[in-house]
């Protein structure tokens, strides 16, 4: 195989907060693995929350860039488990495993859905995300993108307040992330009446190690509650099951479509709900969230859609939710 590395900055269309940091820009780094004249792309953002650069995961990859070279390449599993030998971080072997997926895909000619032995005859639709603003930037996103279902960003002072001032403005599901900003006490509070506003369910309302607190909200809340920061990697699936309802699993933290296929597996074992959730990235990362939507009960795969221009074509997603999938094997990625 041979490997290139490409960085980008990708411009948000709009100012993105959620409750510990806003940016207007997110750096990416895309990977490219080729193979008799075929070629996959994988991705992988930095992530100052992970302490993630670009430099830092593209020191990585160079330091076993030979390696990697020289590997006989015959499966995406078998290519995790030698990249995982290692010792990368999960976030640079996310960008390789993505691109070993998409490259195996256009090798064997089918889509990674198909090879999976799955259809895109039924899956769920993706949220759009509003980020923290004023309510009246919070509205203006909401008129500017009309949309079925939206993820709502909250963990300030006024967080119920301002559900119910968007409420004014549409009819769609709400589904609300506080990104660890709430209390136990505050999440089983505002729950009845998040509830009563329409709000499908809650994702990560607690600290990711406040399985106490957890414990109290899994018991009173009247709204399921989805595992986001508390669900990193694979051993996390089984340790969240009494704690939460469901998990959303972020390809770029878990280390790939490798794992995460692993992860949603164990999840229904368990019983949980099944979401796979997405960062601020391009089509590229969006593409392959796409191909396990058959698998999801729900998905966050909005991220290019935030984006003032992409870098890639692949999955497409229309007005109404519906995805369109790429004639193109893989993830059906291409770059622009």
């Known amino acids: 195989m041979q490997i290139a590395l490409k960085k980008y900055t990708l411009q948000l269309a709009h100012t993105f907060t959620i409750s510990r940091e806003s940016r207007d820009e997110q750096d990416t780094m895309i990977v490219c693995l080729s193979l008799n004249g075929k070629t996959g792309y994988g991705e992988a953002t930095s992530n100052p929350y992970y302490k993630i650069t670009l430099e830092g995961m593209m020191a990585e990859i160079e330091a076993v860039r ?22 990368l971080h999960k976030f640079t072997l996310c960008a390789l495993d993505l691109a070993a997926n998409d490259l195996y895909g256009k090798l064997k000619g089918k889509p990674l859905y198909e090879l999976w032995g799955t259809t895109t005859e039924k899956y769920p639709m993706t949220n759009y995300t509003i980020g923290i603003d004023t309510i009246e930037k919070m509205v203006a996103k909401l008129q500017e993108k009309p949309w079925p279902l939206y993820k709502i960003k909250l963990g300030t002072p006024d967080d119920v307040a301002i559900v119910r001032e968007l409420r004014k403005h549409t009819d769609s599901i709400f589904r609300i992330d506080a990104n660890t900003a709430w209390t136990a006490e505050e999440t089983i509070k505002n729950a009845p009446l998040l509830k009563e506003l329409g709000v499908e369910f809650l994702e990560q309302p607690l600290k990711a190690d406040d399985w106490e607190g957890m414990s109290l909200v899994k018991a ?5 509650v989805i595992a ?10 089984e340790q969240c099951g009494p704690y939460f309802h469901g ?19 164990k999840g229904r074992e368990l019983g949980l709900q099944l979401m796979v959730g997405c960062m601020t990235e391009s089509t590229v990362g969006i593409s392959a969230i796409a191909q396990l939507l058959p698998q999801l009960d729900y998905v966050d795969m909005d991220g290019a859609m935030l984006l003032k221009g992409d870098i890639a074509k692949g999955v497409e997603i229309l007005e109404n939710g519906k995805v369109i999938f790429p004639k193109l094997p893989g993830s059906g990625i291409e770059l622009l």
Not at 220 to 224: E, F, G, H, K, M
């Open 66 to 87: 030979d390696q990697i070279e020289n590997y006989d390449f015959d499966s995406p599993e078998n290519f995790y488990e030698f990249l995982a030998s290692l010792d």
């Open 247 to 265: 998990i959303n699993i972020k390809l770029t933290k878990c280390g790939g479509l490798t794992p995460a296929r692993r992860m949603i597996k």
């Open 228 to 237: 986001d920061e508390s669900c990193i990697v694979e051993s996390d699936v």
């Open 220 to 224: 009173q809340s009247v709204l399921p």
